[in-house]
């Protein structure tokens, strides 16, 4: 086989096999093919598309690339859930316990990535003594007697996928479903899930900005799921303004706490309730979505969802009181109220944007080399649709240093307010099951 007849091929619009494909990943993954061939093989992608078959072996492909977790030792239905990304996305550090709670087993790899804020172990690490360097079988050991547990991410998982992401970055490729869809999958495969429930979002603070492609990715991604085996279903949710009101990693860790007690934001805990309830489902510890719903309201009303993260924290190393007292968390040296300079009501807050303000204060990692400060960050005191008056708060922030202008500029610039009434956006939109 040769390289430059697959990318003619391609570039021809038809459709390449299983064994092609597997050339086309493998090559690149060992260096034999080299990166101008697979530049000229992803611009035909991005413009001729692939088929169903063709994303289906793309994204099996990636995942042979390298490792592949084995969770078989654990009992039950592994489902993980995955979101495309948002600002202030809290629901992970919600939905872990809180479907373990109901008997579902988390087994979570977590990285701590770049963005507006850090990535689930950056926050869980806000809680002192918490660790996730632990050994396979511990984790394994973990999540069986107590139905959650996280590790770090080790090994070798998809090594296809990040050269090829690194590729597409610089080459103007990233954005085609095809490769999102298989990019992601890929990841969410390796890493041993039997069932996968994606969250994607969808508005200003989303990676797609409109309802149009939120959906074409997450049928996509749903598509290759069911090809290959994995039960995969997808909700499509807002990420027009952040996702409750904390932007920040002990900040949302409080708003975790909070709403797993049943007093969080109310976008927050539907959200959660939406998709802990189809993670429930397909882990076949309901028979219905109603059935999995009143499960997990039932976790937070008696408290069991609250003392599962307890459990989760100090099995981990963590010193689980905070719960009890979330001022033990690392805590910012000044807190400062944004005041609004009008009355009127809120119209837009511009999510991503209100989050490269948490990270001018600190909360984000902007290279993979630089540090977070886990105390920082932003509470929104008003989401859109809300009335406001000249100098009540729109947002407390909690910062390290005493000269936040350069961050309120942000926020006043991000924050419109109007006169006229306005509505709160929607919070989930459609769910897509194939
Ligand atoms: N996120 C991924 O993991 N891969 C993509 O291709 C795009 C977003
Ligand atoms: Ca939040």
Redesign the pocket.
């Known amino acids: 086989m040769r390289m430059v007849d697959l990318i003619e091929k391609k570039r021809d619009g038809l459709e390449l096999t299983k064994e092609e494909i597997q050339f086309i990943i493998n090559g690149y993954t060992n260096g034999s093919i080299p990166d101008y061939q697979v530049s000229a093989f992803t611009m035909a992608v991005f413009f001729n598309g692939m088929t169903e078959t063709e994303r289906a072996e793309l994204t099996m492909a990636m995942v042979e690339s390298g490792d592949q977790i084995d969770l078989s030792q654990i009992e039950g239905v592994k489902v993980d859930k995955h979101s495309?990304?948002g600002v202030g996305d809290t629901t992970t550090l919600v939905l872990g316990p809180l479907v373990a709670a109901v008997g579902v087993p988390v087994a979570k790899m977590s990285g701590r990535g770049l963005g507006h804020t850090g990535g689930t172990i950056d926050k869980l690490e806000s809680v002192e003594g918490f660790h996730v360097e632990i050994e396979n079988q511990e984790f394994i050991d973990l999540v069986n007697k107590n139905k959650i547990a996280v590790i770090g991410q080790s090994g070798n998982l998809t090594p296809a996928?990040k050269k090829l992401?690194a590729l597409?970055d610089v080459t103007a490729t990233?954005d085609s479903i095809p490769?999102?869809a298989s990019?992601?999958m890929s990841?969410k495969i390796a890493a041993g899930a039997d069932a996968i429930v994606l969250d994607v979002k969808t508005g200003a603070g989303a990676?797609m900005k409109t309802l149009e492609d939120s959906r074409e990715l997450a049928r996509a991604m749903v598509r290759i799921g069911n090809n290959v085996g994995r039960r995969t279903m997808a909700i499509i949710s807002d990420m027009s303004q952040p996702l409750g009101y904390a932007i920040g990693n002990s900040l949302e860790v409080k708003e975790a706490i909070d709403t797993l007690r049943g007093e969080g934001p109310e976008d927050l805990k539907e959200l959660c309730l939406v998709l802990g309830s189809q993670m429930v489902y397909l882990a076949k510890k309901a028979n219905s979505l109603q059935e999995a719903r009143q499960l997990l309201e039932d976790a937070i009303k008696d408290g069991s969802a609250l003392e599962k993260l307890k459990e989760f924290l100090s099995s981990q190393g963590g010193d689980a009181s905070v719960v009890d007292d979330p001022s033990k968390l690392p805590q910012a040296k000044f807190i400062l109220e944004l005041e609004a300079k009008e009355d009127g009501y809120v119209k837009e807050i511009v999510a991503d944007e209100i989050g490269t303000a948490a990270m001018l204060l600190g909360a984000g990692r902007a290279t993979k080399e630089s540090s977070i400060d886990l105390a920082v960050g932003l509470v929104l005191r008003k989401k859109i649709g809300d009335q406001v008056r000249k100098g009540e708060s729109l947002a407390t922030i909690y910062s390290n240093f005493e000269n936040v202008e350069e961050v309120k500029d942000m926020l006043y610039k991000n924050i419109t307010i109007t006169s006229e009434p306005t509505k709160a956006p929607t919070l989930v939109y459609e769910e897509i099951t194939e």
């Open positions: 495309t990304g996928d992401y597409r990233v490769l999102i990019s992601i990841k990676f």
